[in-house]
């Protein structure tokens, strides 16, 4: 199972990971909230966005960085929300440079999976 | 004039014993410490991971004989000692004397995951380590029994002292609730309540603390594996199919969630006929042997149907201590070792993670 090597949290900015492959991944704060899978954000059943992704804030800042066990991570963000859990997969899959991007791209299949993971998912 | 010898002689001969666990030279893994060479005699310890290791004897007799054929030694001393290792986890504030919190599960009720848990917990004690079993079984609390302590725990400075008993340090949901009355409790409340019993129960310095899980996956397991770092999980299934199958499903929850599941233990594997002493596989035979080969995790053991150990967990006393020379006794010994030598490799193993802060 993927999980980080290191993590490291770069001011209020930005968080960087690097993975147990070496990959390294960057997130802004504000991606990782436009990511919150908790159930405020995600409808639970049917996996539907409900966070409007374009209204967070273009600067938000993280507060808060801990570790959630031995699979996720818990993050408090300048907005004062605080109750997702980031798996690990989940941060890999997100990962915005450029290499993971490409990989990513036959999306329809991709997102029709992601509804499935939501389904099955932990926190 | 007797031959010199020196450090560097010994140490070189110590070099050829190899832990079979770890893989590595007892010199490289930082076992062997107080070396002490006086004319022909040499003296020293060997520091082990886990007081429960199940190569103790065969590590202590290489040793020996390895030092004992360099010239002009006579006489070799060895002695062996234990410092289990901590999990590499975050540091959670509560919990902080506890190295190692091993989860006890299985898929479902009935396959006598609480005796199991008692009677591992005891054997480690019995080895020498300090010890903690935590009963999380919200449905069907049995640990109290077992340790023949039912009845109140004290609370002490706000902290909830955990009861005594067999050596062993335990805590059980069964205390929230006395006698026949039942825990009826929605997830938030059964959250609330294993979360205290991690935090606020006075556990002190342990090597081990084991949790005992009710059946299926729950909210006591998503609280586990949220709340504490886990150095992982054992799975205890009978060896029928249909057990064997939900089983499955609590270890995937566990992969799941990144938990190193540290091996499966096949309970209630076959009954020894009293009167003939013929082999009956009641629930069919080496079902979790298979399914573990499969999968790839230690197979840590197979446990008999023994009416002596259903006797002396209803009489308060596991049978590892209440009859220690019964077959089914060494037989849970021989299971404590093997889950201890895969603590030991699972710690060996990780790399402490922490989240570091930088400046902007």
Known sequence: MIAPKEIRKQGGKSLKITWSDNHPSEYTFRLLRQNCQCAMCVDERSGAQILKKEEVPVALDGLQVNIVGNYALGITFGDGHSTGIFVYKHLRKICPCEQCKAESKPAEAKIYLDKEDLKTRVD | ?360
């Open chain 2, 1 to 360: 004039m007797p031959i010199e010898i020196s450090d560097a002689q010994v140490l070189e001969a110590l070099k050829s014993v190899q832990d079979p666990d770890l893989h590595k030279d007892i010199v490289s893994l930082g076992f062997i410490q107080n070396l002490r060479i006086c004319e022909g005699t040499v003296a020293f310890d060997i520091n082990l991971t886990t007081p429960a290791c199940p190569v103790k004897e065969l590590l202590q007799s290489q040793a020996r004989d390895a030092v004992a054929a360099i010239p002009g030694v006579e006489q070799v001393n060895v002695t062996m000692k234990a410092e289990v290792k901590a999990t590499k986890g975050p540091d959670t504030a509560a919990l902080k004397g506890v190295k190692n919190i091993v989860a006890i599960g299985s898929g479902k009720g009935g396959v006598g995951k609480s005796t199991v848990a008692a009677n591992i917990a005891v054997a480690f004690a019995m080895d020498g380590a300090k010890v903690g079993l935590l009963d999380a079984d919200i449905y069907g609390p049995s640990i109290p029994i077992m340790m023949g302590q039912p009845g109140e725990t004290l609370i002490r400075d706000n902290l909830i002292q955990p009861k005594v008993a067999h050596g062993i340090k335990f805590m059980s949901m069964g205390f929230f609730a006395q006698g026949d009355q039942p825990l009826i409790w929605r997830g938030p409340m059964a959250h609330r309540a294993v979360e205290q019993c991690l935090t606020d129960v006075e556990w002190g310095d342990l090597d081990y603390l084991f949790v005992d899980l009710p059946p299926g996956t729950g909210d006591v397991h998503l609280t586990l594996v949220q709340t504490v770092p886990l150095a992982g999980a054992v799975i205890v299934s009978t060896p029928q199919d249909l057990g064997l199958t939900i089983s499955k499903k609590t270890l995937r929850m566990l992969q799941e969630t990144n938990v190193k599941i540290l091996g499966i233990v096949e309970n209630m594997s076959y009954y020894l006929c009293t009167h003939c002493n013929e082999r009956e596989n009641i629930f069919g035979r080496g079902g979790a042997k298979d399914a573990s080969l499969k999968m790839g995790i230690p197979f840590l053991g197979e446990i008999p149907l023994d009416t002596a150990i259903r006797k002396n967990s209803d009489g308060g006393a596991p049978i590892v201590i209440s009859e220690p020379k019964s077959a089914s006794a060494k037989i849970y010994r021989d299971i404590a070792r093997a889950l201890a030598a895969q603590i030991s490799i699972a710690n060996f193993n990780s790399v402490k993670l922490e989240v570091v802060e930088e400046p902007a």
